[in-house]
């Protein structure tokens, strides 16, 4: 297995990529923002992005967006294909990226929005820490990203103060000062439920 800084040497995988993240928000019944193969293949043009392969095949891949005129860099996508999920990949392609941002992007703050217990567990290894929505980037094209995702009404009636989604953030400024904590896998779900407590509420009714 290889994983690597992708280039356009890799725009062949653009559209199995897209698919990939489009079967997987399916599944999972949560926002993943649907990309187009010609997004991908911008992002591996630029060297904003990692992919890994074992030997020619696709096994997993996640890009850097830049937000906030580079104060904010966000890795996002982070997909695994099917075949390749349960080793453990998800990770080192999130420990991949993120170093990437960091010696790119040395000074911008690193955010994640997610769903998922896993991703979480990854962001609060690296050191991010959860925060409230307005501690992310006020740029609303990042925003207007979300409106392919089914909870996307959940976003626009709390004004985009809070979501399913939990927001995270590596501030670079604060590791030197405070090490911080890694917070709990039980502590992740039980934020999940409350959430899906009060915004999914309306719907079983």
């Not at 695994?80 to 990437?100: C, Q, S």
């Not at 392919?148 to 103060?161: A, G, H």
């Not at 502590?187 to 959430?195: T, Y």
């Amino acid at each position: 297995m290889e994983i690597v800084i992708a280039d356009i040497s890799h725009s062949k995988y653009a559209e199995i990529i897209c698919e990939t993240i489009a079967e997987s928000a399916a599944v999972r019944g949560t926002g993943i923002a649907r990309r187009t193969p010609e997004y991908i293949t911008k992002k591996m043009v630029n060297g904003n992005a990692v992919i890994a392969l074992d030997g020619d095949t696709f096994a997993g891949f996640c890009y850097i967006e830049l937000w906030g005129h580079g104060k904010y860099v966000a890795n996002s996508g982070l997909i695994v294909h099917p075949d390749y999920r349960g080793v453990g990949l998800a990770k080192k392609i999130k420990h991949k990226v993120f170093k990437h941002s960091r010696t790119k992007f040395p000074d911008a703050k690193v955010f994640s929005i997610t769903t998922g217990l896993a991703v979480m567990k990854m962001n609060s290894d690296l050191g991010y820490k959860p925060v409230p929505f307005s501690e992310l980037t006020d740029d609303p094209t990042f925003w207007d990203g979300c409106q392919t995702c089914k909870n996307y009404d959940v976003l626009t009636r709390t004004n985009r103060k809070m979501c399913l989604c939990t927001g995270m953030l590596y501030d670079p400024s604060a590791q030197s000062k405070i090490k911080p904590k890694k917070i709990k896998e039980k502590v992740f779900n039980r934020l999940k439920h409350i959430k899906e407590t009060m915004f999914l509420k309306k719907d079983k009714k």
